[in-house]
């Protein structure tokens, strides 16, 4: 099946600045008029007002930069082959969407923890817990990595319980699903240009699988959203805003009040490279999402039905179902025993 046609018509996302929380209950009411039309309409929108600085930005942007400038044979020396948790570094072209490849390199992060080799009546998800694959010689990253996710996760937090305020429920309702053990994950990603074989796919469209996904795009573009009238548009990059967009989990809880959006990447034009830091907030991988007690409950349409991809309350589920699609070596070298025949 083709992708729908893109219409550039959208100038932009909704603009929602999260400080406006803090200015008295006439703004924080405005501000969550707006969430909710955003979160419940479009399941997409820029984030201002977060309070991540430039110079936590720049530490991050700098040590990437220098990651993917490492000669290849120090980026293949982390191949997230060797990593039965998925984490490490993948290759231009081995990762897959929709069954086709994406035009992009990256290096995949999460939780600093030792390896959960699930037993024999454990659920198989348990092998996404694992240490990170560190460049040698880039100290540094590690350090603005694992900054990055703690930076982000409270910014991820504190949107959420806004936005479940929002929308009329409990702002704590899912806290006993994060917590300590919650299970983040930071892709680190290079599009290198077009593949120069006509394709153009950085990234095929999907919808993320967790709650929230905050992404920190720089000014090249090429970030596509499926918007009402079934159209990918363009995201124009905002400085200094994050890209936030809903997944799966916050469909399933809410019914489909709240919507995960496909979205997809187009490749930048002939050598342009485009960087971009996405970070997903997700939650431990054995919650279980129970549905959410909101006021708008009877008028949620129910969620997205798509038999080639089916969405589970437990969380660490849907995650191994899109790991085990997207990293097919991965996935045939570690755990063949969980691939479906074709």
Do not use: C
Request: net charge negative; charged share 20%.
């Amino acid at each position: 099946m083709t992708n729908p046609a893109t219409n550039p018509s959208y100038a932009q996302l909704p603009i929602i600045d999260l400080s406006a929380a803090d200015r008295g209950p006439e703004e924080r009411a405005l501000l969550h008029d707006r969430l909710h039309s955003a979160a419940h309409d479009v399941g997409f929108f820029q984030l201002v007002g977060h309070g991540v600085t430039r110079e936590e930005t720049d530490a991050l942007l700098t040590a990437m930069r220098a990651f993917f400038a490492l000669p290849e044979a120090d980026r293949l020396a982390l191949d997230n082959v060797n990593s039965p948790h998925f984490r490490g570094y993948t290759r231009t072209g081995d990762e897959r969407t929709g069954g086709s490849r994406d035009w992009r390199d990256q290096l995949d992060i999460g939780a600093e923890r030792p390896a959960r080799v699930p037993g024999p009546d454990e659920p198989p998800y348990w092998w996404l817990q694992g240490p990170n694959q560190w460049p040698t010689a880039l100290p540094e990253l590690r350090t603005a990595a694992l900054a990055w996710i703690d930076r982000l996760s409270a910014v991820a937090e504190r949107l959420l319980h806004e936005l479940l305020t929002a929308i009329g429920a409990p702002a704590d309702f899912y806290d006993p699903a994060f917590g300590a053990h919650a299970h983040p994950h930071l892709k680190l990603v290079r599009y290198p240009g077009s593949a120069g074989d006509g394709t153009d796919q950085g990234v095929g469209a999907h919808k993320d699988y967790g709650f929230l996904t905050l992404l920190l795009q720089d000014s090249v573009g090429g970030l596509q959203v499926q918007r009402e009238d079934g159209l990918f548009h363009e995201v124009p990059p905002l400085d200094g805003a994050f890209v936030v967009n809903l997944g799966e989990l916050l469909e399933v809880a809410t019914n489909g009040y709240l919507l995960a959006t496909n979205h997809r990447v187009v490749s930048p034009p002939g050598a342009t490279e485009r960087f971009s830091i996405p970070f997903f907030y997700n939650p431990r991988l054995d919650a279980r999402i129970a549905p959410l007690p909101f006021p708008h409950a009877d008028a949620a349409p129910g969620v997205t039905t798509d038999p080639t991809n089916p969405l589970y309350a437990e969380y660490g589920l849907n995650e191994l179902k899109g790991k085990l699609r997207a990293h097919p070596l991965v996935a045939e070298r570690h755990h063949a025993s969980l691939l479906t025949p074709a």
